[in-house]
Structure formats: structure tokens, C-alpha cells
């Protein structure tokens, strides 16, 4: 054809292709900078904690400082509480309480209050009663209900992880598990650790005056969590709101207990200097004193108590109370909380930018799906693709100092 017959291309052409190469070259600046955005993304694998420089050394508290109980099964089936005398490696010595004392109970306080002090003294001193118990075979100091009252956000460098301002309480199900106990590893679980001190009551608290009065058992503890449920359950906006924490914190192997039960004669001052650690494959992870707690076990008692009422607290889509009684019953474990050093760490940059291009190449906008849960089922699948939470074969060990280690493998 001749060019005669090519019509002349106008002004408006000219200025819109143009533009076009101008738009084409952003883009590809923009999406240049997407992939390097999201290529040197950062990607940790756990929070990093601070440890203290002195190696944890487990020992056993002196009688003028607390009196250290455990319990085992006896053969007839009946329970006997033991007042240990020495801590020796994977085995305790310890005096038969029940038998010294004629008191038979599934209730460590009620053995205890039939031996005075005097008593308890005298009795430590005593070879010819003492025997050796292996931890694997102590009971949990664990209280043997089936509800506990879970606490949030409670050590100032662990509430900046989470992003939270504020203590908060959940109720946690689930029975405790002993000092030496497996956890499962599943296929669409993240799992991850907590190490907490927890404590026990002799009576049921329903007010700060009983919380004064009562007898207080002290013991280490575990809290184990599915990040996944919890980060598809959460409110971000609202963590007071427990949504989430009571269904990815119970399972009937997510509470492992410590064998000693500690009851200080100051429980304050003991719990301050208390130090708790963990480790995962002998490698540590957190490192803590409860003298770091925001609010302390008063503080916690008096928080849980005025949450008592409404029914509020979502676990397996029902809403529940705090406690079933509404008030800390014996069989009620009050926790601490933990420390910095778990490993759940939110979305990275990366895991936004790819997710959010998912989003949108995907078409999910056009098929009328959320943005923001688009993008959490992007960062769970990088979590799980990574596995860097907890995999069959690891071991975790929570120790401390006055109230011995828990070990637990995580098994398929």
C-alpha cells in the first residue's frame, strides 16, 4: 500500500503512547522494587530473647525458704505425697508425707497441714524414711481439673512481640500432663512453646482476702500453642477479646507440669528471684524472672476475679466463662504468662507483598474474598513450608530453679 494512504498519527497519539511507555516504565520500576521489597525480606525463625550470663543451676529450696512437695501413684492405686529432701539429676529422695503423717489424700495441702513445721524438720533429717523417686513416676503438681486460667501479654518484652498493650485472661482447657511427657506434631499445626510459673491454691478464691489467706503451691509449667488456629482466630484489634487463645492453647497435651509443688513461706519475694528458662534442642530460647511479671500473682488473682461473670470466651464455637464456679477453685491453675523468646513472629514484609499479589493475580477480589485473610493463609503456608516451629524429634526442657525441669518430645 502506499504511503500516501497512511493517515498522519495526531497530537492526542502521540502524547498517549507516551504516556503509555511512561506508565509501562513505572511499572516496572514498581515491580522492580516489589521483588527486591520482598527478596530481601527479612525471615526469622524464632524471637530473640536476652540471657542471663550464669548458667541456671537447679536446686532444692531450704525448709526457712519453702517446703518442696511431689506426689506419686502407690501401688494399691492410692496417692501419697512425698516431702523432698534432695534433688539429684532424673530422681528426687524424698520422706513418704501421707505415711509419716497418717494423712492420706489426692490433696497435697491437706498432708502438709497435718505436719508441722517442727515436724517437717525433724523428718528431713531422717535417713531411715527417705527413698529415691525417679521423676518419670511423679505426678503432675498440676491441680487435676480440666480448667485453667491462661494469662496474655503478662512480661513487658513479650507483650512488645504480640504487639499488645494490656494483660489479658483466657480460660484454657485441658487436663496437665506430667514432668516427662510427649507433645504431638501435627501436619496442620504450627507448634510452638511457652515456659510459665504457675500456682495453685488450698482453697477457692473469691476475693484478694482469700487469695491472702490461702496456701499457695508454686510450680513450673508449659503452655504449648497452635499458631496457626490462633493467628486464623485472633482479633489483632482487640486481644482482651481471648478470641483465639482458648482454642489454640487446648489440647489434651498442651499443659505439661513440673513434678515439685513449691510452698514459700514468702511467696512474693520467692517468686521474684524465681528464674525459668527454655530450651529447644539444648539450644536456648527464653530466659526470665518472675520478678519481670507486669502484674504478679495478686495482680493476676484480682484481674481474673473481676472477669468472672459474662460469659465471653470462645473456645470450640461456644462462649464460656472465665471458670465454670466463677471464682479460682483448687483444681484451677492461675499461670503467669511467658517471657520473650517464642517463635511465632507476625507477617514479614514479604509474606504481605506475596500475598497481596496473590490476592490480586489470583482474581480472589473478583470471587469476593477478604484481602487481610488472603494474605494470613499466604503467611501460613510460608510458615508451615519453612519449618521452623516445633517438628517431631525435638526436645524442649523448661527449667528452673527451685522448681525442677519438664521435659517434653515432640512426637509424630
Known amino acids: 500500500m502506499s504511503s500516501a494512504y497512511l493517515m498522519p498519527a495526531t497530537q492526542w497519539e502521540v502524547k498517549l503512547a507516551k504516556v503509555l511507555r511512561w506508565v509501562g516504565v513505572l511499572l516496572l520500576i514498581l515491580g522492580a522494587g516489589l521483588g527486591v521489597a520482598w527478596a530481601t525480606s527479612p525471615d526469622p525463625k524464632f524471637n530473640v530473647a536476652t540471657f542471663e550470663n550464669e548458667a541456671l543451676v537447679a536446686k532444692l529450696a531450704s525448709l526457712d525458704e519453702a517446703i518442696t512437695l511431689a506426689q506419686v501413684q502407690r501401688e494399691d492405686g492410692r496417692i501419697s505425697t512425698l516431702l523432698v529432701t534432695e534433688l539429684k539429676g532424673q530422681a528426687i529422695r524424698a520422706v513418704d508425707l501421707s505415711q509419716a503423717t497418717g494423712e492420706i489424700s489426692e490433696n497435697p495441702f491437706v498432708v502438709l497441714a497435718a505436719a508441722s513445721d ?67 506434631a501435627r501436619d496442620d499445626v504450627l507448634l510452638d512453646y511457652e515456659v510459665e510459673l504457675c500456682m495453685r491454691f488450698d482453697r477457692a478464691i473469691t476475693s484478694l482476702e482469700d487469695f491472702d489467706a490461702a496456701m499457695k503451691g508454686l510450680f513450673l509449667c508449659g503452655d504449648f500453642t497452635d499458631r496457626a488456629k490462633l493467628v486464623r482466630m485472633i482479633d489483632p484489634d482487640n ?86 464456679s466463677r ?27 506475596e500475598g497481596s499479589a496473590r490476592y490480586l493475580l489470583s482474581g480472589a477480589w473478583l470471587r469476593g474474598e477478604e484481602f487481610i485473610p488472603s494474605v494470613i493463609e499466604t503467611f501460613l503456608a510460608n510458615e508451615f513450608a519453612s519449618g521452623h516451629f516445633l517438628q517431631a524429634g525435638d526436645v524442649v526442657e523448661y527449667r528452673s530453679t527451685h522448681l525442677g525441669t519438664v521435659k517434653i518430645t515432640v512426637a509424630n
Open 327 to 353: 471464682r479460682i477453685d483448687p483444681d484451677l491453675t492461675l499461670m503467669s504468662g511467658t517471657a520473650e523468646g517464642v517463635i511465632f513472629t507476625g507477617p514479614t514484609r514479604g509474606d504481605i507483598i
Open 118 to 184: 517442727d515436724e517437717l524438720r525433724a523428718l528431713s533429717g531422717l535417713d531411715g524414711p527417705q527413698a529415691e523417686y525417679l521423676i518419670e513416676a511423679l505426678l503432675p503438681a498440676a491441680p487435676g481439673g480440666s480448667r485453667h486460667i491462661g494469662i496474655g501479654t503478662n512480661f513487658p518484652e513479650h507483650a512488645e512481640e504480640a504487639n499488645s498493650s494490656s494483660v489479658f485472661v483466657f480460660p484454657k482447657f485441658g487436663r496437665a500432663t506430667p514432668a516427662r511427657t510427649t507433645v504431638a
Open 239 to 324: 486481644l482482651d477479646s481471648g478470641r483465639g487463645f482458648s482454642d489454640g492453647k487446648s489440647r489434651n497435651d498442651f499443659f505439661p507440669s513440673g513434678a515439685l509443688l513449691v510452698v514459700p513461706r514468702d511467696w512474693n519475694a520467692f517468686v521474684r528471684k524465681e528464674r525459668f528458662t527454655a530450651a529447644v534442642n539444648g539450644a536456648p530460647r527464653q530466659d526470665a524472672r518472675g520478678g519481670e511479671m507486669t502484674l504478679d500473682f495478686r495482680g493476676l488473682a484480682e484481674k481474673a476475679l473481676s472477669e468472672m461473670e459474662e460469659k465471653r470466651f470462645l473456645y470450640r464455637g461456644e462462649y464460656h466463662n472465665l471458670a465454670p
